[in-house]
């Protein structure tokens, strides 16, 4: 007997999404798709971004380069398009509809990938908190940009995700918010899986 379950993530650069995702997927055994990639892929690929978008494979998601905060800025850019986000758009869908459940991450999945998702997370936290946590994942002291440059481009990010018509960054009507500015990675964990446990109950797999 199979199970259909769904979990949405959705949130600003460096809310603690993945982390969460992550997690989550190991703690109840769950896929874990991070659709950030598919968007940061397409963004560093070059080329027409739709035809980019359309021929998109395996490979492509593997490059090493996609971590960086030049693939996210790039991400951003061709994540305005579209043609862009219908081409991800069925690949997203069944994902979230395998069989044992799946979380999958992003700015759109309460939304419009997964509307009638068990569990919808709207992951956040301040700006300047989730500048500080990019900065010292590239380094701190050691990175080459100062945290100053890489909290600009965290605004300048959200601003685009936010300000853009088609699928624009912002919580579901039925999301639950988490805000992990002053929270520790493991009760933010906590908090999401809290919610995933009410709601596997709710359908009966509790
Ligand atoms: O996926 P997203 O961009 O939303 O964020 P992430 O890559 O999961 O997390 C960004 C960084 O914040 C990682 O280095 C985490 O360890 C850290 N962090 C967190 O995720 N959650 C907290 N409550 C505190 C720190
Ligand atoms: O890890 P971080 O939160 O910094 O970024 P990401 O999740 O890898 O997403 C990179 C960019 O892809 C975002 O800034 C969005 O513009 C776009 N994106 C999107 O439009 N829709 C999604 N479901 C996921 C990402």
Redesign the pocket.
Known sequence: CGMIFTVAI??????G??TIGRALAERFGFAHL???????AV?VKGGDPVAAAEALSEADLMRAD??SLE???A??????IPGV?AA?LAF?RSFARREGGAV??????GT??CPAAEVKLFVTASPEVRAQR?WLELGGEAAAQSYEAVLEG?KA??A??MG?AD?P?KPAADAVLIDTSAMSAEAALDAAGTQVRAALARAGHG
């Open positions: 959705d949130g600003p650069a460096a809310a999404k993945g991070d659709t950030g990639l598919l968007y940061r963004g996609l971590r693939a996210g800025e991400a951003s850019r061709v994540a305005v986000r991800l997203q999958l991450d992003g700015r759109d999945i419009v990938i990019r965290v990010r959200d685009r995700d853009r699928a960054l």
